[in-house]
């Protein structure tokens, strides 16, 4: 059910794309109400497989896998229309391509993104991508900067005035709408460090010795006992 969910946001981000292309002052209403849809979704698919139990490690990696499109669609969609620089959507592609390669490696050993068999090492690190502080924020910045420039994209269009025009006219609402943009950027780079900091021992190891050396961490610890 989970991943129907999942499939069903991917149908949806493209039938949106098609509006707000085609249709872009019209149908931006629907645009940004169905784009927000395909965010909340994110969310949701995860508290099903929950529900029902059905979680799984090709779950996992799928849900994380519909969200990398989702994200990286809209930022290549909005770049070719010259809403937002180029530079937006290649640094996201880089650096999800370089995230979900050294993920890839914690696979084989059964770790997996987020939940209780994360890959990551460190409380900080582990707060930082899988906290769910930080989880909800990033999508919530995502899903607010994507919504503004679907409503920012239909406000510069050449056309009748429109209530794009009496929205997008204030200050108030570029500047937040710009800043959620720019935050939705830096929270790319900045959950995407902690994942480079502890896949080190992977990229050493080659991945499966990363597991004995952990192991071979907590044994010596409780060989020299308790410390103080």
């Not at 068999?117 to 460190?122: I, V």
């Not at 950027?185 to 900045?190: D, E, H, K, M, P």
């Not at 995407?192 to 502890?198: A, H, I, K, N, S």
Request: hydrophobic content about 55%; overall charge positive; proline content about 4%.
């Amino acid at each position: 059910m989970a991943n129907l969910i999942t499939i069903a946001r991917l149908i949806l981000l493209f039938i949106v794309i098609a509006m707000i292309h085609f249709r872009p002052v019209d149908l931006a209403l629907l645009s940004m109400f169905l784009l927000g849809v395909v965010f909340a979704g994110d969310g949701i698919d995860g508290w099903v497989a929950r529900r029902r139990g059905s979680t799984s490690p090709f779950g996992a990696v799928f849900d994380i896998a519909g969200d990398r499109i989702v994200e990286t669609v809209l930022w290549v969609y909005f770049a070719w229309e010259r809403v937002i620089p180029l530079w937006v959507p290649f640094l996201v592609i880089v650096r999800g391509g370089i995230v979900d390669a050294l993920r890839s490696m914690s696979y084989v050993e059964g770790k997996t993104a987020f939940g209780q068999n994360t890959m990551m090492r460190s409380t900080v690190t582990r707060w930082l991508t899988a906290g769910r502080f930080m989880r909800g924020l990033y999508g919530y910045v995502k899903a607010a900067a994507f919504v503004f420039l679907t409503g920012y994209y239909g406000y510069i269009q050449p056309e009748e005035e429109s209530w794009l025009d009496k929205i997008y006219s204030l200050d108030v609402v570029r500047w937040f709408g710009w800043a959620n943009v720019w935050l939705a950027v830096a929270l790319t780079l900045i959950r995407g460090l902690p994942v480079l900091f502890d896949a080190i021992p992977y990229i050493r190891h080659g991945g499966k010795a990363a597991v004995s050396e952990s192991v071979a961490m907590v044994t010596g610890g409780r060989d020299r006992g308790p410390a103080g």
